[in-house]
């Protein structure tokens, strides 16, 4: 049987305490005013996530980290603070959490003043090595959930402030597997295709709001599991793309910066693949070993 423990209706019992941001605060440092342009990111605590938080911590931005563990998205926030000198706060946001449970983190930061400016979905739950035979309907309805479902959740609270705003940005971090399948990785790619169509529904849906919604599609990232290739696949190393690298997290960031922010205001609905030209190739062109 499903786990309905999610139920999206049901109400949850919730306490916010007081996070190590907010000690920030009490020690004297200076809340910016909600003029300041506000992004909030999802598994911004480290890899692509973190390098995005930084690029936006660069333009000025205040930066609200999520993460499913709040002690880490309160570091993390602090390392932004200390390293951009802009407000960041760290946020619980869970897939095990309930949609009136991550209601109340957009209400609280509502309370704080801003009214969301953009929105990240960076989060995944990455399905590795759920082989179509084998895969538990949990285990790949769990994928499922949280790429597509949690996503849904989160990008309409988002939605609601950025209306309240009269304008606004959601930018899923996709992949290129939406389109172009690695083994073993069906709930996976499923869900990054669902995402991709539900992108270009929101975008459809939330235009007349003046909200825009659009997708950066990452090829590979150079994150630990491909600089180790845990992923057991050889034929997706760097110099096996055309421009013979893959991306760094801020090339991603870059990307998600353009489609976040005013720059790319007539832009909605779009997709930019970043993955150095892999998708473009038939066959990777695989150099002779030495
Ligand atoms: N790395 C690549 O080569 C690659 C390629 C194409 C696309 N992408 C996409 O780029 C985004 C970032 O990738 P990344 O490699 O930098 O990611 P990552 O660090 O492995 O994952 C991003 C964050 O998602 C959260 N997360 C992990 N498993 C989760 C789960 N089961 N349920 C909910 N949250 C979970 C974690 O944050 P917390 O633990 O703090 O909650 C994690 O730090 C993802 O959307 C991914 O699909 C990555």
């Given at each position: 049987?499903?786990?309905h423990?999610?139920?999206?209706?049901?109400?949850?019992?919730?306490?916010?305490?007081?996070?190590?941001?907010?000690?920030?605060?009490?020690?004297?440092?200076?809340?910016?005013?909600?003029m300041?342009?506000?992004?909030?990111?999802?598994?911004?605590?480290?890899?692509?996530?973190?390098?995005?938080?930084?690029?936006?911590?660069?333009?000025?931005?205040?930066?609200?980290?999520?993460?499913?563990?709040?002690?880490?998205?309160?570091?993390?926030?602090?390392?932004?603070?200390?390293?951009?000198?802009?407000?960041?706060?760290?946020?619980?946001?869970?897939?095990?959490?309930?949609?009136?449970?991550?209601?109340?983190?957009?209400?609280?930061?509502k309370?704080?003043?801003?009214?969301?400016?953009?929105?990240?979905?960076?989060?995944?739950?990455?399905?590795?090595?759920q082989?179509?035979?084998?895969?538990?309907?949990?285990?790949?309805?769990?994928?499922?959930?949280?790429?597509?479902?949690?996503?849904?959740?989160?990008?309409?609270?988002a939605?609601?402030?950025?209306?309240?705003?009269?304008?606004?940005?959601?930018?899923?971090?996709?992949?290129?597997t939406a389109?172009?399948?690695?083994?073993?990785?069906?709930?996976?790619?499923a869900?990054?295709?669902?995402?991709?169509?539900?992108?270009?529904?929101?975008?459809?849906?939330?235009?007349?709001?003046?909200?825009?919604?659009?997708?950066?599609?990452?090829?590979?990232?150079?994150?630990?599991?491909?600089?180790?290739?845990?992923?057991d696949?050889?034929?997706?190393?760097?110099?096996?793309?055309?421009?013979?690298?893959?991306?760094?997290?801020?090339?991603?960031?870059?990307?998600?910066?353009?489609?976040?922010?005013?720059?790319?205001?007539?832009?909605?609905?779009?997709?930019?693949?970043?993955?150095?030209?892999?998708?473009?190739?038939?066959?990777?062109?695989?150099?002779?070993?030495?």
């Amino acid at each position: 049987m499903p786990d309905h423990s999610r139920d999206v209706n049901k109400l949850c019992a919730v306490s916010i305490v007081p996070t190590l941001s907010d000690q920030y605060f009490l020690k004297g440092f200076k809340k910016v005013n909600n003029m300041k342009k506000s992004v909030f990111i999802t598994g911004a605590v480290v890899n692509t996530g973190f390098g995005i938080a930084e690029r936006f911590a660069k333009e000025g931005y205040t930066v609200f980290i999520g993460s499913r563990d709040q002690g880490r998205a309160d570091k993390a926030a602090e390392k932004i603070t200390e390293k951009y000198g802009v407000y960041s706060k760290g946020y619980r946001a869970d897939p095990a959490m309930c949609e009136e449970e991550l209601r109340i983190v957009f209400d609280e930061i509502k309370a704080e003043g801003y009214l969301l400016d953009c929105l990240v979905l960076n989060a995944a739950n990455l399905g590795i090595k759920q082989e179509f035979l084998t895969v538990s309907v949990e285990e790949f309805s769990d994928v499922i959930y949280t790429n597509m479902i949690w996503n849904f959740i989160i990008a309409r609270l988002a939605a609601l402030h950025m209306m309240e705003k009269g304008k606004g940005s959601i930018v899923f971090v996709n992949s290129n597997t939406a389109y172009r399948c690695i083994p073993d990785r069906i709930a996976y790619s499923a869900s990054k295709g669902g995402a991709l169509s539900m992108m270009r529904a929101m975008a459809f849906d939330l235009g007349k709001y003046n909200i825009r919604v659009n997708a950066v599609l990452p090829g590979m990232i150079k994150t630990d599991r491909w600089e180790n290739n845990y992923n057991d696949c050889r034929a997706a190393l760097s110099n096996y793309t055309p421009l013979g690298d893959i991306a760094t997290f801020e090339d991603i960031a870059n990307a998600v910066y353009y489609f976040g922010s005013d720059e790319s205001r007539n832009t909605t609905g779009a997709e930019m693949v970043v993955d150095g030209g892999n998708m473009i190739q038939l066959y990777p062109i695989i150099p002779d070993e030495k």
